[in-house]
């Protein structure tokens, strides 16, 4: 069994910051993509960044240049740094992540966290 755990959620004024955390434990041989997706309430849940397993990023247009998603392998976790928010950051944010858990099985991309809140007060 494969678990995502998110953190660092909270409410936060806009302009400022907050750092997410999500780790994965359980029994898996790796994961290679890590990704972080969001969800507004009436809307519907759009990615917000990836990174590989060899730290290669993407970003959403509407994040890039204040998000910063990063990994430490070693840890199994995906952090995904939030500068200058805005409100319509505000949102649940979701980690997911395509896991091997056996070395004869494809890499499965249907691993989620629980969801972190993230609120910014305009």
């Known amino acids: 069994q494969v678990q995502l755990v998110e953190s660092g959620g909270g409410l936060v004024q806009a302009g400022g910051s907050l750092r997410l955390s999500c780790v994965a434990s359980?029994?898996?041989?790796?994961?290679?993509?890590m990704a972080w997706y969001r969800q507004a309430p009436g809307k519907q849940r759009e990615l917000v960044a990836t990174?590989?397993?060899?730290?290669?990023?993407n970003y959403a247009d509407s994040v890039k240049g204040r998000f910063t998603i990063s990994r430490d392998n070693a840890k199994n976790t995906v952090y995904l740094q939030m500068n200058s928010l805005k409100s319509e950051d505000t949102a649940v944010y979701y980690c997911?992540?395509?896991?091997?858990?056996?070395?004869?099985?494809?890499?499965?991309?249907?691993?989620w966290g629980q969801g972190t809140q993230v609120t910014v007060s305009s």
């Open positions: 997911n992540a395509g896991v091997k858990v056996t070395p004869l099985r494809p890499y499965e991309y249907n691993y």
């Open positions: 359980g029994s898996f041989v790796s994961i290679n993509l």
């Open positions: 990174v590989t397993s060899g730290g290669y990023t």
